[in-house]
């Protein structure tokens, strides 16, 4: 960890001797310390620096340090407080953790003491917010139900997505169709600074190609043929919130040297306005499409490559999760049976089996579709194999923890072969390092063998 990066101690002590050697303590240690000799210097740094800790004396003059604490917890609600008292004080020491302070240290105070107070505080302050992150995280949308899990390559991508939401950087979401790319980027817009701010989708696969840099540019009254009046773009419309640019890779190239524009000056060219326009957005983008090959073949621009690619952030595919499943099982069965008003059904343990072990190409959104229906058809208060589709009722057998339906007749390896890659290549998009992820092999090696079967 640099310098710059370490946690913020204030600390307050009108004892200039006791204040230098506490400072020198603790910034050996790897913490930035401000030191100031009172109270109202320490309430202006907190307001100022924000620090991860107080470490106040509580005798000082003017605004003393229980004071402190108290002002502290009403101006700068987050400040984790440690306090030192005079030895003995059991009275003030009661007193200032009523007022809000996590620990206090009786004085004199060995260096180990101190810094496992400190240590204590950073990481109570690390949890907290750490806390908090999750349970916004949860209340974003009711939609949320796409991150039920406990698989750690779940909790990974959550991780990622609450240190991302605090920056301002540029998220690309990458990802299979059902994923939860959408619901990825409307956490990271609600868990951000912008979230009272606008969050604006938009489907770039889904714009007409001549209408495009229209959609998201905005243009003047007549520019074009059909231009009949002034027009906000997306961008516009998003201006002080985050915008979703959903399937980037579609974008024309007229579009994507707009977007790049946007990206590196916060200035969006209008169609037939004389000059830019200012726009202060978050871009969260995302796509399946393999933009490295493209970038390669040169249907999209390497510079906006980069740009976009500022943090990228993949969501796990559900054959990855093991063992969310049942979870999501459990919410989506009594989330559908409440809205149709039907009872909870249960689910053989057979049944169970088939739907553990099927890979699930259309990921979290093709498993609650499947629930959804067998709520609605059920026939039963117990969901049984026969009720699942047919691709699920076949007890096919599995090698290599893929399930396989061999032809009485046999098979021939090379169409095994490419039919694995077929449909790799088909579930992620196009994706080369995703499909050559999923089929265990280098980019390269899957190259060579699209190459073999003349697979594009």
Partial sequence: M?????????????????????????????????????????LAALRRERPALLLTDVLMPGLDGLAL????????????????TAHGDVATAVRAMQLGAL????????????????QKGLEYAGLRDENRRL???????????????????????????????????TVLLLGESGTGKELAARALHALSVRRDRPFVVVNCAALPETLVESELFGHRRGAFTGAVEDRKG????????????DEVGELPAGAQARLLRVLQEGEVDKIGAPAPVRVDVRVVAATRADLEA???????????????????????????????VPLLLEHFLDKHARRNGRPVPTIAAAALDRLENYD??????????????????????????????????????RFGGVRMELPPSGIVLEEVERGLLEEALRRHGGNQSAAARFLGISRQTLIYRMKKFDLG
């Fill in 103 to 118: 620990d206090f240290l009786e004085k004199p105070v060995s260096r180990e003491r101190l810094v496992l107070a400190v």
């Fill in 234 to 245: 997306k961008f516009e419309a998003a201006h002080g919130g985050t915008i979703f640019l």
């Fill in 69 to 84: 604490v108290e002002r502290a917890r009403t101006t700068v609600p987050d400040t984790v407080a440690v306090v030192f």
């Fill in 294 to 324: 493209r970038v390669a073949e040169g249907s999209f621009r390497e510079d906006l490559w980069y740009r976009l690619n500022v943090v990228p952030l993949r969501l796990p595919p559900l054959r990855e999760r093991a063992g969310d």
């Fill in 360 to 397: 699930w190409p259309g990921n979290v959104r093709e498993l609650e579709n499947l629930v959804e229906r067998l709520v609605v058809l059920g026939r039963s208060d117990t969901i049984g194999v026969d009720d699942l589709p047919e691709p699920l009722r076949r007890d096919a057998p």
């Fill in 135 to 169: 349970r916004a995280l949860v209340a974003v949308t009711p939609a949320v139900e796409s991150f039920v899990g406990q698989s750690p390559e779940l909790k990974a991508a959550i991780a990622d997505l609450g240190r991302a939401a605090a920056t301002e950087a």
């Fill in 2 to 42: 640099s310098r710059a990066d370490a946690p913020v101690i204030v600390l307050a002590d009108d004892d200039a001797n006791l204040r230098r050697v506490v400072e020198y303590q603790l910034a050996e240690e790897g913490w930035r310390v401000i030191a100031v000799a009172d109270g109202e210097a320490a």
